[in-house]
């Protein structure tokens, strides 16, 4: 966290200055947007046991990070130590996947993840993609709480996993405002976010009809949601 408030400081001080090198911080910006795509995907298909796919997304990565490089000499020490930080979290990442170890690769790929969309938040870039990579833990959550309710169906537990539903469900309407309207538009946006929105509803009430299979249907189904949203827009 340090080193990526370091890093939007030291674009702040010197946007003027880089505007006259072709705008390096919106440089920085665009260059981290494909890897973050990269990122995201190799994540999926990591999940997914896919590790030839999540090689090449990574690769990709790689070859992109090399871009972030050439940046002023002057850069504080705090962003060579991001860029570094980033690289060699990158080459652990290739040997996981080289080992076939998607476990550890995936746990890398969401640690760089978290890295940059916290330099995203903090850099004032925060947009749709932001916001759905963020709904991960209200859907931990809601997957803790409706495993507790279908192992002990108690009103309290009914109650947590009602709780969880709704915090999960503003989260994805949070998102449905930040879409813009293209992306709001289109079908398969609007089949994943509204499909999960309303299957958000739906597990609260079957916790509140004591409907145990029920919650689990809509669990793996919002999982699901959850999912697609992350690979396509997160």
């Not at 809601?142 to 169906?153: N, S, T």
Request: net charge negative.
């Amino acid at each position: 966290m340090r080193c990526t408030i370091a890093l939007l400081a030291w674009l702040a001080s010197n946007a003027l200055a880089l505007g006259a090198e072709a705008d390096r911080a919106a440089d920085v910006a665009s260059t981290m947007a494909p890897i973050t795509a990269n990122l995201r995907t190799a994540a999926s298909y990591a999940r997914t046991g896919n590790v030839a796919l999540a090689q090449i997304e990574t690769d990709e990565a790689v070859a992109r990070w090399k871009r972030l490089a050439p940046l002023p000499a002057d850069r504080p020490a705090e962003l060579s130590e991001f860029l570094d930080g980033g690289r060699e979290r990158l080459t652990m990442i290739t040997g996981a996947l080289e080992r076939g170890d998607t476990v550890a690769a995936g746990r890398d790929l969401l640690a760089l993840r978290q890295a940059f969309h916290a330099l995203r938040r903090h850099a004032g870039f925060y947009d749709l993609g932001d916001c759905i990579f963020e709904i991960a833990p209200a859907m931990e959550a809601l997957r803790v709480a409706a495993i507790r309710y279908g192992e002990q169906p108690a009103p309290a537990n009914a109650e947590e996993t009602v709780a969880a539903a709704s915090a999960f469900r503003d989260r994805l309407v949070r998102c449905n405002e930040w879409a813009n309207g293209e992306i709001a538009a289109q079908g398969e946006f609007r089949r994943l976010i509204d499909g999960a929105i309303a299957s958000s509803s739906e597990i609260a009430h079957a916790a509140m009809a004591g409907d145990g299979p029920l919650v689990h249907r809509y669990l793996i189904e919002l999982q699901s949601f959850a999912q697609l949203l992350d690979f396509r827009y997160g």
